[in-house]
């Protein structure tokens, strides 16, 4: 009797697995497209180089629609060409992503070399609306020239974080800015905001969505860094999207890519899953902000910090509303004769800012 107890036990055991990992194969929102294409060219409003990545419609199911602007900004020191694996990635869910190469000369830091700036935004924003109506541009007809998302990484995600904020603060920032209402949603991966400003500021978002990923093993940037600009950032939705055995550059093709400054901290997880982790999470985030898409909300707010092994996510979708003190002393007064009130306030409970 025993025995047979053991083997349904057994498989039952086996069936819930089996169930769990349809469970979790169903949650998890697949690309959109099976391959992208990508071409080389020069934004004619600035004259910076950019690789463009799009999706490769022929060879998807996915009916004809038009495609979001992601404009991804570069850490410093690194070469556009490393990022061309996630920037594939991201496309595959439906962007049309642009990586601009800007060389800069800050003759106050000694520096001459590889870094963005933020009026790259406005002027790649511009380049793409003209790309659309070119008859001879690959993109004719395919962009959404309305939403505009916006990812970066390292000194580049700093660029976009004081951007949403609408400073314009030197060296992320020359001249005047003003951020484009076509922006809709932001996702960049090992920043912090005092990264090239070196202070911290309340970020005004705007309800901006924002997310943060972060690598627990950043040896250039630690995660603290990232936890304060996290805070920071004044209104939801926003996310702080950990990646665990990740350090600052698993979003590039190589780990240390040649000429960026090097981080000591050797990354536990592969450099392909670590860029497909990152990728992933960044495309559903800007998906189910910017496109509304239910299932990218679904799994961004909901089920991929359960599903997702590699990360922890730390969200908060709404505002937490402010006390009204004529209510609190009813509250008080409520709990006080009825003792069963406090626990049906405390199943109530739903925080905002939660670990999910």
Same mark, same amino acid.
């Given at each position: ?25 169903? *949650? ?115 962009? #959404? ?37 076509? *922006? ?87 450099? #392909? ?17 910017? *496109? ?65």
């Amino acid at each position: 009797m025993n025995k047979y107890l053991l083997l349904l036990a057994g498989s039952t055991l086996l069936y819930l697995a089996n169930v769990k990992a349809a469970w979790a194969g169903g *949650l998890t929102p697949s690309p959109l497209f099976p391959t992208v294409n990508s071409y080389q060219t020069t934004v004619t409003t600035n004259r910076d180089s950019a690789d463009i990545y799009f999706p490769n419609v022929a060879n998807s199911t996915t009916s004809q629609q038009k495609y979001p602007i992601a404009l991804f900004l570069p850490g410093s020191r690194v070469e556009t060409l490393e990022y061309s694996q996630y920037a594939s990635i991201v496309a595959s869910y439906g962007f049309t992503v642009v990586v601009p190469r800007r060389i800069r000369s800050l003759p106050a830091f000694g520096f001459t070399g590889l870094l963005p700036e933020a009026s790259q935004i406005n002027d790649v924003l511009n380049f793409m609306v003209a790309e659309n109506s070119n008859p001879d541009s690959p993109l004719t007809g395919s962009l #959404d020239t309305n939403n505009l998302v916006l990812l970066g990484h390292s000194f580049g995600g700093s660029v976009g974080l004081t951007a949403i904020d609408n400073s314009c603060i030197y060296p992320v920032c020359e001249g005047k800015f003003q951020l484009p209402q076509q *922006l809709r949603a932001a996702a960049f991966f090992g920043t912090s905001i005092n990264v090239g400003t070196g202070q911290f500021i309340p970020i005004k978002n705007q309800g901006i969505p924002i997310a943060l990923l972060h690598g627990n093993l950043d040896g250039s940037i630690p995660i603290g860094l990232a936890q304060e600009s996290y805070n920071l950032i004044q209104e939801p939705p926003k996310a702080l999207i950990t990646i665990n055995g990740v350090n600052h550059y698993g979003i590039t093709n190589v780990n240390n890519p040649v000429g960026a400054r090097l981080d000591p901290n050797e990354p536990i997880l592969s450099q #392909d899953e670590s860029i497909e982790t990152i990728a992933r999470w960044s495309a559903l985030f800007l998906r189910g902000y910017a *496109l509304n898409d239910q299932d990218a909300l679904g799994y961004i707010n909901s089920s991929g910090d359960a599903l997702d092994l590699n990360v922890t996510v730390s969200i908060q979708t709404k505002t937490v509303p402010e006390t009204n003190p004529v209510l609190g002393l009813l509250s008080i007064l409520a709990f006080t004769i009825f003792p069963w009130a406090k626990s049906w306030k405390k199943q109530q409970i739903n925080p905002d800012q939660q670990k999910i």
